[in-house]
């Protein structure tokens, strides 16, 4: 569930940069991108996600969404030569006959993610071949489509940006004008963005994901992405590279960030400024003053972020610039600069940054600067907690609707709440 890569190696490489960088390798503690699979499965109900996985993988996605796994102990890992190749003819058979019974079960399935995984039997699979000699075997059925979800490779939300560029390529081409928001948004959310983006005057707006997986939007030289998430480095270059133009922006995080957002994408589409201030101004307004309780909590409170969803950058832009929180340290699991580039110009001048994690050496800055407030993995809250630290668990912000400047009260509440219970419990 949580990966273990290789030894210490931290190196302070940012003495150029700025904000200040520390960039380290070593012990980490996320989830695996198979995570992803619980809000995704949500999103595309005519979609199913198997993965292909160990006992493992099964426990963490039974116990997170109740999705059908293909997980037999009979993989063996030490088997070597004819062997080895008779297991693995073994194993693509019992795919072909899983995904065959699962399809007769389960008419309303019109696509069929395969999701690797880390143990070494699966990554001896061949999974794009799987997925094409499934594709042969059930055309018209169903389109089957692979993805690696492997905490290897990936960390809970990159499984996201790995199962949207599976769907690229089945994407039509098309020229017509049209902004495509690209990452999942709660429905509601979704539906009160695009109404807004309508009163803006954008007339077509589509989504990747689409709401069924079979409705897949066209993309071409007409089409403007919006990415509404920040771990979509992938889907981004392979949008651009079927003919999108990527709108430049910060994520719709907060007030401000949330009305640059679509701005951004209003002024893509030439629409004027005076037009987006009548619409998103008395948003703006209602939004600072939902966020003014949680404010009085967090204003002047110290903040260390751990590197776990991907959404550190913009919550710490969001938490220093609207909520008043000093950051004593902004982590990511990698920094993709180009994606970065307008948070990173918000974020307070010599913010310390550190992209990858180095478990203990990163434990050791929590210690020392012991913040009000630690945003981690799951995994980390327990023991922070009981040396005395408030914590936020990063993956509640990923399960729940904070995108827009009407969730600003809300999202600036989930962080506001740990503070105040420690208040009162500290009282009491
Ligand atoms: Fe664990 Fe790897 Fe399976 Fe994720 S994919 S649950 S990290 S074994």
């Known amino acids: 569930m949580t990966v273990a890569a290789s030894p210490p190696a931290a190196s302070t490489g940012g003495e150029a940069l ?53 997980a037999e102990p009979r993989f063996g890992t030490a088997i070597l030569g004819e062997r080895d190749l008779a297991g693995l003819a073994d194993a693509n058979e019992e795919l072909d006959r899983l995904v065959a019974q699962l399809l007769e079960r389960r008419p309303e399935i019109r696509s069929l993610f395969l999701v690797g995984s880390c143990p070494s039997e699966v990554i001896k699979l061949d999974l794009a071949k799987a997925a094409e000699r499934l594709n042969r075997q059930h055309r018209g059925r169903v389109t089957v489509l692979n993805y690696s979800g492997s905490g290897i490779e990936t960390t809970f939300t990159q499984g996201e940006d790995g199962a949207l560029q599976a769907m690229i390529p089945l994407m039509p081409s098309g020229e017509q004008s049209q902004l495509l928001i690209a990452g999942t948004l709660a429905d509601a959310v979704e539906d009160r963005l695009m109404g807004l983006f309508h009163r803006l005057g954008i007339e077509r707006v589509v ?40 709108i430049r922006a910060p994520y719709p995080l907060g007030v401000e960030g949330s009305r640059a957002w679509m701005a951004a994408a209003a002024a893509a589409f030439g629409v004027a400024p005076a037009q987006v201030a009548q619409v998103l101004d008395p948003l703006v307004e209602r939004g600072q003053r939902a ?47 180009q994606l970065m580039a307008e948070e990173l110009a918000l974020l307070p001048a010599g913010t310390q940054l550190s992209e990858g994690q180095h478990l203990d050496h990163q434990l050791a800055r929590v210690r020392e600067a012991r913040p009000d407030l630690v945003l981690c993995g799951l995994g980390l809250a327990n023991p922070l907690e009981a040396e005395g630290m408030a914590t936020k668990w990063s993956i509640e912000l990923v399960f729940s609707p904070i995108h827009g400047i009407d969730q600003a009260g809300d999202l600036a509440e989930l962080f506001a709440r740990p503070l105040r219970r420690r208040a009162v419990l500290s009282f009491a």
Not at 21 to 50: K, N, Y
Not at 211 to 225: H, I, M, N, W
Not at 308 to 318: G, K, M, V, Y
Request: include cysteine; glycine fraction near 8%.
């Open 291 to 337: 966020l003014a309780p949680h404010r009085d909590v967090l204003s002047g409170k110290r903040l260390f972020l751990l590197p776990d969803s991907q959404l550190e950058i913009p919550l710490a832009r969001f938490l220093s610039r609207e909520c008043g929180m000093e950051l004593v340290e902004v982590g990511v699991p990698y920094l993709d600069r």
């Open 207 to 246: 989504s990747l994901p689409p709401r069924r997986s079979s409705e897949l939007p066209a993309v071409g030289p007409g089409t403007k992405l919006l990415l509404a998430q920040p771990f979509l480095s992938g889907t981004a270059r392979a949008l651009v590279d079927r003919g999108a133009e990527l």
């Open 18 to 70: 700025e904000p200040a960088l520390i960039r380290e390798s070593g012990q980490r503690e996320v989830f695996c991108g198979l995570t992803s699979i619980v809000w995704l499965h949500r999103r595309m109900p005519d979609a199913f996600f198997l993965v292909v996985g160990s006992r493992t993988c099964a426990h963490l996605i039974q116990s997170a969404a109740g999705v059908m796994i293909f």
